[in-house]
């Protein structure tokens, strides 16, 4: 079974630009959860999405935001970047929306903001 | 809500030699637990983790983790360490009850660095 695919891998950009990431999750799986990783802050959540529906959202302003499909296919967008965007996105999918559930994770996109 | 610490950014520790990495949590409400290791320039990989029953938790590549839940506490531990475990590992905690399902809670990570 093929793994979470996160495309692209990397990403730059520059400030007040808008970018779009996409997670494709694995086969079956209907729960999709955006995760930043940052050296300061390390790992931190940023949404989770079930059928289609947005579940949870963390602490990160309106500037960030996503969707999910039909397909459970999911993307985030970033608008008016910012210097301190510039992260490592990590998505995670997982069977259902269960707590205790395993995330499986991609590989993520690398976003720099110049 | 939940947070988490672990106690060591870096840890330096010889080939063969056994290794601790420690966890402890804060939470008003129970939680599963959850190691992952993530290795350079890639995502996490699940380790192993705790949901209920025998809190001696094996799990993948030699590992294991006991939950202490009076210390609330969930160290990781592997008898004999190789040069492929150098990479930075995550603990991560989960509210059982509630909606937060997808939401994991994620430690500060320790580097795990092991020496030949």
């Known amino acids: 079974k093929a793994g979470v695919t996160q495309t692209p891998r990397y990403l730059i950009k520059t400030r007040g630009q808008q970018v779009t990431l996409s997670c494709s999750p694995i086969?079956?799986?209907?729960?999709v959860s955006w995760y930043q990783q940052t050296p300061g802050q390390g790992l931190q959540f940023l949404f989770e999405y079930f059928s289609e529906t947005q579940r949870n959202k963390g602490n990160f302003p309106g500037r960030f935001s996503g969707r999910q499909f039909s397909n459970s296919r999911s993307e985030m967008n970033v608008s008016t970047l910012e210097l301190g965007d510039s992260a490592l996105y990590l998505c995670?999918?997982?069977?259902?929306?269960?707590?205790?559930?395993?995330?499986?994770f991609g590989p993520g996109t690398r976003l720099t903001v110049l | 809500a939940q947070s988490v610490t672990q106690l060591d950014s870096q840890v330096p520790v010889f080939e063969e030699a056994p290794v601790e990495l420690r966890c402890n949590y804060s939470?008003?409400?129970?939680?599963?637990l959850f190691w992952y290791v993530q290795y350079p320039n890639q995502g996490l990989q699940l380790l192993l983790k705790y949901l209920s029953g025998s809190t001696l938790v094996k799990g993948i590549n030699g590992f294991e983790a006991e939950f202490n839940k009076s210390q609330t506490s969930f160290h990781l531990r592997k008898p004999s360490v190789h040069i492929s475990d150098t990479a930075e590992y995550f603990c991560?905690?989960?509210?059982?009850?509630?909606?937060?399902?997808?939401?994991?809670?994620f430690g500060q990570g320790t580097i795990l660095t092991v020496h030949p």
């Open positions: 939470s008003s409400v129970s939680v599963y």
């Open positions: 991560a905690v989960n509210p059982a009850g509630g909606t937060s399902y997808g939401k994991l809670t």
């Open positions: 995670a999918s997982s069977l259902e929306l269960a707590g205790g559930n395993t995330q499986y």
């Open positions: 086969s079956g799986h209907r729960s």
